[in-house]
């Protein structure tokens, strides 16, 4: 099985990404290849236009052996 990708975030309570709000996380994947996370990241980014205090990144899980 080769790596697979995550898009991870959410709301946080303020400009300083320091705490996700309660019940606003979102986790999407996981997906065969960075392309396709990276459109999805894409995606929640800027789909209401740019929230100030909503961050997405991507995060590869390990290949397994």
Known sequence: MGQRF????GEYSDCAFSRL?????????PFQDELRAR????????RDGCAATERYA??????AQ
């Open 21 to 29: 709000e309660p019940g606003k996380s979102k986790v999407s994947g």
């Open 6 to 9: 995550w898009v991870v975030g």
């Open 39 to 46: 459109m999805e990241w894409q995606r929640l980014t800027f």
């Open 58 to 63: 991507i995060c590869a899980e390990p290949a």
